[in-house]
């Protein structure tokens, strides 16, 4: 079965950090673009971040910038999402995706794989 699975999520004080992973199986997702969004209570979801297939490409939301990045791991096939201080505005369920091609419009994911997302919550 092919999977994309979060983890790392959590609570964390304003201020703070949180690093997402997302493991990928069933299929290499060496070759392809990959990605976070993040859908916060009563919003629609919005585009995080993105790398490129090789991971020497990236773009962010400018609500981020700064202050998130975005890695790849393709020999282990993983994402990951460093998160560095956190704000009340970034509560959201974030997920991953994997694209089987080029993704050139930031804020419409060709993605094919969806994980399910895990939960960020802050506090202050």
């Known amino acids: 079965q092919v999977k994309l699975v979060e983890s790392g999520g959590g609570a964390v004080q304003a201020g703070g950090s949180l690093r997402l992973s997302c493991a990928g199986s069933?299929?290499?997702?060496?070759?392809?673009?990959m990605g976070w969004f993040r859908q916060a209570p009563g919003k629609e979801r919005e585009f995080v971040a993105r790398?490129?297939?090789?991971?020497?490409?990236?773009n962010y939301a400018d609500s981020v910038k700064g202050r998130f990045t975005i890695s790849k791991d393709n020999t282990r096939n993983f994402l990951y999402l460093l998160m560095n201080r956190l704000q009340p505005a970034d509560p959201a369920v974030y997920s991953c995706s994997a694209s089987t091609h080029p993704w050139t419009v930031l804020s419409s994911s060709p993605a094919v794989y969806w994980g399910q997302g895990t939960q960020v919550t802050v506090s202050s």
């Open positions: 069933g299929r290499t997702f060496t070759n392809d673009d």
């Open positions: 790398i490129n297939w090789r991971g020497d490409a990236t």
